[in-house]
């Protein structure tokens, strides 16, 4: 899964141009050229839900049916955080641009309140939730696992692969190959 918009392109810095990711592409081609699923994801700051929608389309329409779109919910940088008829808003606009219903990012304390907006559009819960703050690899059944229903499981920021030196979000998708394609080429 690959950051790849922000916001609706009011926002410049840490390699973000205009709301864009200047390395996204880049991860995404290797992840084509590999031919390994992937994801790209747009993270929602408040600052209009349908121009937000629309940026977010409108940058990664090369991706569309190809990767699978998900929506970055969280309370960092987000002025609309707790807002959950902007999120619908977003997630009502999305789909309509799109046709395609996108995952929804969300820590486990907020799920209850994003659970029925994403559920209203058809779209699949990436649930956050973490053992610990400490470094860890992959794991095929984190802490915690069957605790609630969700799509994606993030389980670590603070990942650590063979052949990556830093840090990385681990998931694990509960899904096979065919489950994931249906996201990419229509939603949940």
């Known amino acids: 899964m690959v950051q790849a918009t922000w916001g609706a392109g009011e926002f410049t810095g840490n390699g973000i141009v205009r709301g864009v990711w200047t390395g996204a592409d880049a991860k995404i081609q290797r992840c084509i050229a590999l031919s390994k699923p992937f994801g790209y994801m747009h993270y929602i700051r408040g600052v209009g839900a349908e121009a937000e929608a ?44 799109t046709g395609v219903h996108p995952l929804v990012y969300v ?30 690899g992959y794991q095929s059944h984190p802490w915690n696992e069957g605790a609630y229903a969700c799509a994606m499981r993030q389980y670590s920021p603070h990942g650590r692969l063979p052949g990556y030196a830093g840090d990385l979000d681990l998931n694990v998708f509960y899904g096979d190959r065919a489950a994931w394609n249906k996201y990419v080429m229509h939603g949940a």
């Open 54 to 97: 629309r940026f977010f389309a409108v940058n990664t329409v090369g991706y569309l049916h190809h990767g699978l779109p998900a929506v970055d919910w969280e309370a960092a940088d987000n002025t609309a955080w707790g807002d959950t008829a902007y999120l619908d808003r977003f997630l009502s606009r999305y789909v309509r641009l």
């Open 107 to 136: 820590q486990q304390s907020a799920m209850a309140s994003v659970a029925p907006v994403a559920s209203r559009h058809d779209c699949g819960l990436w649930v956050a939730q973490y053992a610990d703050d400490a470094p860890t």
